[in-house]
């Protein structure tokens, strides 16, 4: 079968030589102790670079085998035996010796290179990591419990990390080179891709995988996690069941679309929900959702629609409620005019790092969407339309919390007036930098009390008391 690709091996053997024995007198020179902790590290490392380029080689031997065409025809175990065999008669033929599990070590990573995604292929199988962030070749981290750390994984050179690149984009019929260097895609399993290629990413390729939770996370299972606590979530229910306009506000990696997720647990299943993203990763639980999705122009510039596009076309097809993944341009005009015209109880979440700043976030997309109204008007509007803000954090520690649950309740004269009902109150760091804190209510009664009564919900007011711990 190999005859074809049979080469002169007389020159080299890929396998690693033994270290040479020292002599005594090169045992005189170094103290023990310092060989002994180089070595591994050392060995590891030629192991590591031999073990990529064998590899490498394979690889392209196989995509010059395999009928790629019929790969999807046959069953896994099938193309794993095919695999198998090819990799077996490669390295006899190049005399290289690899141990059992270097072996299946070996075949496992070349069935992710052809089915798969390469190396990102394990870390995307690994439950807890939640983001995979690529810099370069030979540099990519991994985010588990709100902690990055550089993981052991690696690309063999930019031009394999791009080929994965373009196998994901291509799945998705986008493309990615000079011409156009980045890219936003979803992933078969519904992950978040972005990528950006050189000469814009000057050392490498950046990429930025945000993985897809199957979990769909409840709020009892964030008030499990220590996300908030069971007054804060006896008034969410309250306030989403009663139909206010929530926006879910916070920075990168925060929870807002987890804290999005388990907030729409509430809403009754009788309700029409659409909702609108720019890559799906919402997780409604109700019977009756519309999901739309936008997408970028193509490379001639035509075909893209945006958010606000999904918006205004969502708006004529009868929703009870609109659920937007995230407003961050002009569609904040449109989210605004729905929740203030019969659209109660629509959620959304926008990047601030307080509820007052999230006011100002709305103020100026606004203003950046060339819409020429006097600012009281502006701030009339939102406070009309925004009655909710739930303020996500990712502390220090890596922990998230919903830091503060704001009230809009109107004007004072040009100014929108807050009243802050719950927030999170630290008290403390632990030897091992965990965050000390408590859950409190801040003494002031809900101002939509009343309408919560109306709706059926009795909610006491001792849930607002200052608690002291």
Known sequence: MFSRYKKDTATANPVVN??????????????PKTPAAVAPSDKENKRRERMANIKLQLHSTLLETL???????????????????ISDEYLTEKTIILNRDERDLLNNDLYDEVVGLGPLESLLKDDTIADILVNGPQQIFVERNGKLSLSEVKFKDEKHLQRIIGKIVSAVGRRVDESN???????LDGSRFNAMIPPIAIDGSLVSIRKFKKDKLGIRDLVGFGAFNDPM???????VACRLNVIVSGGTGSGKTTTLNALSSFIDNSERILTIEDTAELQ???????????????????GGVSPRDCLKNALRMRPDRIIVGETRGEEVIDMLQAMNTGHDGSMTTIHANSARDGISRLENMIAMAGVEMPLKAVRSQ?????NL??????????????????????????????????????TGLTPENKII????????????????????FDVPSSIYDVLQE
């Open 233 to 239: 979530a006896t008034y969410l229910e309250a306030a």
């Open 437 to 456: 804190g408590h859950f409190t209510g801040t003494g002031v009664r809900s101002h939509f009390s009343e309408r919560f009564r109306m709706w059926g």
């Open 67 to 85: 009928n790629l065409a019929a790969i999807d025809q046959v069953s896994e175990r099938e193309l794993r035996a095919e695999i198998q065999l």
């Open 389 to 426: 803000i739930v303020q996500a954090s990712r502390l220090q520690d890596g922990s998230r919390r919903m830091v503060s649950i704001t009230e809009v309740t109107g004007m004072e004269g040009e100014i929108i007036s807050m009243q802050e009902v719950f927030r999170f109150q630290r």
């Open 284 to 302: 409604l639980q109700q019977t009756h959702v519309g999901r739309m999705e936008s997408r970028p122009p193509n490379v001639e510039g035509k």
């Open 382 to 386: 939102i406070a009309s339309a925004v």
């Open 181 to 187: 260097p980045y890219v936003d895609a979803r992933l």
């Open 18 to 31: 033994a270290p040479a024995p020292q002599t005594a007198s090169s045992m005189k020179k170094s103290p």
